[in-house]
Structures are given as C-alpha cells and as structure tokens.
C-alpha cells in the first residue's frame, strides 16, 4: 500500500531515476572532443586534441570520424588536422533565446559539482534579492544549508555585485548601510572597497561576514547596463577553498552570467 502523496510519489520516483542513472561515454567523450576544438580556436590534430580532451587516441579517431560524417566535425586530410564544422553553427541556430535565469538554472549544478558548494539562483528588485532555487553537488556527499529566502539588496557577496553592476554612488551607499545586518560585522571602508573590486573582476565575495564561518561569491545577469536582473551565488564553509580556488569559482560564477546575459538578448548564437 503506497502513503506518499502523488508529488511525494514523483521526488522518489526521480531519486530512484537519478541513482540508477550511468552516463554514456561516447557521449561524454564527443562533447569534451568538441569542446577541446572549441577552446583550441585553430585546427587540431589527433593528438592535439585528444590529448586536450583526455580521451584515448584510438576512441578520439572513431568519434571524429563519425562526427566529421555528420558535419560536425571538419577534417582537412593533407594537414591531418580536425576543427569544428559548419553543423555546429546550424545546431546553434536552432536553440532558442533563452531568459537569464534558464540559462543559470541549466549551470548551477554543474558549478557547485565542480567546487562542491551549494550554488542559489536570486530575484533582483530594486529593493530585495529573492531566493528563487537552489542547486546542490552531484555526488553522495554534498554541502547543504538554509539559506535566507529574501534578503536587502545590497547586503551579501550578491548585494555588492548588484551595487557594483548599479554603480551605486558611495553616498548613497554609505547611507543604506547602517540598515544592513551582518553576523560579523564590516567596515564601510572595507565594504565599500570590495563593492570596487567586484565592479573590476565581475564577481563578489563576501568572507564569512554575511554568515560566520560561511564564504560566499556571486556575479550578476543584467538586462541592460546598470539594471541587474538575476544573481547567482556559491557558499562553501569557510576554509575549503583556498584565494586561487575562490578565483576560479567567481570566474565561473561570472561566465554563467555572461552566457546568461548573451542567451537573454539573442547574441548567444
């Protein structure tokens, strides 16, 4: 006799669905081998971007033969050289625009698997940021927290990318401050400083002000300059992550708005 309610039903069904699942190597392999010639800008050869790819010699060779049948791939025989193919840009012409928080939505897993931290995509108003999802690593040990459902818009790692995005006057800013609460209390000085830097590398953190012993680094999707529309966040505990590793983790943060801002507005393609 089954007690669950039907959505109760349907979580254990796609739990059950997600531990059953294996991916197919092929498939996998295909993509990092398009992706290597992606990255490599000019023409590869076998070893080049097998090597890029990490996949054997012997599996590269097969998968791009079959991808060079199917358009995908060009091969220049006399050169022994591989480069993508002019079906990559008729697939790419058929993905619909997307709006910024899909394309977030399709990459927030895949960063807190990457950096094994939670990832949270935000609602940005003009007065408040609103949790809208969160997303937690793929694998069987993953951090999980309560995150605040609604927050001012300027407090946080999201709050300073959303006042650097704005480019907020320091007096204005300075202003709304005091309404701000934090667990570990900051300077304006130093809050104001990190607003800057967010503005020059594209990216905000916030280390363990916001929630003691919390790290936390955000980007933001904007609409039109000055007019942030999403954010995307990490938090990882304090500790995890070293400056380098925090670096690359806002780097991606940013690149995921970037492709968000680009999906927005139809120039993805």
């Avoid at 959505?7 to 990092?32: L, T």
């Avoid at 990832?119 to 940005?124: D, F, H, K, R, S």
Wanted: aromatic share 4%; glycine share 8%.
């Amino acid at each position: 006799m089954n007690d669950g309610t039907p959505r109760q039903d349907e979580e254990a069904a796609a739990r059950k669905e997600d531990a059953d699942f294996h991916p197919v190597p092929a498939v996998g392999n295909s993509v990092r081998l398009m992706r290597a010639l992606a990255a490599g800008r000019e023409p590869m050869t076998l070893t080049e971007v097998a090597r890029s790819a990490d996949v054997p010699m012997a599996t590269a060779l097969k998968i791009l033969r079959t991808l060079a049948m199917e358009g995908l791939v060009l091969h220049r025989a006399a050169e022994k050289t591989y480069q993508l193919g002019a079906g990559i840009v008729q697939l790419a012409r058929a993905v619909p625009a997307l709006d910024a928080d899909a394309v977030l939505r399709e990459r927030m897993t895949g960063i807190a698997t990457r950096f094994d931290c939670l990832t949270a995509l935000w609602q940005i108003t003009r007065t408040r940021v609103i949790l809208r999802e969160r997303a937690l690593a793929d694998r069987p040990l993953r951090l999980d927290m309560q995150v605040t459902q609604r927050m001012p818009v300027y407090l946080g790692a999201v709050g300073r990318a959303v006042a650097a995005a704005r480019a907020v006057p320091r007096a204005s800013l300075e202003a709304k401050f005091d309404e701000l609460r934090w667990e570990v209390p900051i300077p304006f000085e130093r809050y104001w400083a990190e607003v800057a830097e967010a503005g020059r590398r594209g990216y905000a953190v916030d280390a363990g002000h916001l929630y003691k012993g919390v790290h936390a680094v955000a980007s933001v999707a904007a609409e039109a300059p000055g007019e942030p529309v999403a954010a995307i966040s990490a938090i990882a505990l304090s500790g995890t992550m070293d400056a380098d590793r925090l670096a690359e983790l806002g780097t991606a943060l940013r690149e995921a708005c970037r492709a968000a801002e680009q999906g927005a507005n139809g120039t993805g393609h």
